[in-house]
């Protein structure tokens, strides 16, 4: 069941030998393609290791981990653009919390997905490490909302 060139229209970074690295927070790069299989409730889970942004006080770098997790619905992600837009973030200045927030509401906006997390696991500074986490859910996934929530305050 390969992909067709109608199903790929929307992405263009994939395969591009000029890619672009944004300096700075960029939401358009983002792009989608279909699901192929929207009757089934799957998970995706993407990891960035590698995740920096900027004190929005000191302008000092911040380093983490960004982990998102989403059961799509029609909408899928593709991975090199979100990593390019999880790239754009590295001059951006804002806490870790908001990071976070603006990741989720950004992919919700994208995918309408049934329901996605993203997780931030950022290196100490100061001696604290921060640990945001933020979750979306459609009306019939507000349990798993709950559930997931809860689950990450019993991790800490």
């Known amino acids: 069941m390969a992909r067709t060139d109608q199903e790929l229209q929307g992405v263009t970074l994939?395969?591009?030998?000029?890619?672009?690295?944004?300096?700075n927070y960029a939401p358009q790069v983002l792009e989608t393609f279909p699901n192929k299989h929207p009757e089934n409730e799957y998970l995706v889970t993407f990891n960035c290791p590698e995740f920096t942004t900027l004190c929005p006080k000191t302008g000092q770098p911040d380093f983490g981990k960004i982990i998102i997790n989403y059961i799509?619905?029609?909408r899928m992600v593709e991975s090199k653009s979100l990593k390019l837009?999880?790239?754009?973030?590295?001059n951006h200045g804002d806490f870790h919390e908001d990071c976070v927030n603006i990741i989720m509401k950004d992919l919700v906006k994208l995918m309408d997905p049934k329901y996605l997390e993203v997780v931030g696991v950022f290196m100490p500074r100061g001696g604290i490490s921060i640990y945001p986490f933020a979750n979306y859910g459609d009306p019939e996934h507000q349990d798993l909302v709950r559930q997931r929530l809860l689950a990450m305050f019993r991790n800490q």
């Open 14 to 23: 994939l395969g591009n030998q000029g890619t672009v690295y944004a300096d």
């Open 85 to 90: 837009y999880l790239f754009s973030f590295r």
């Open 72 to 74: 799509p619905r029609e």
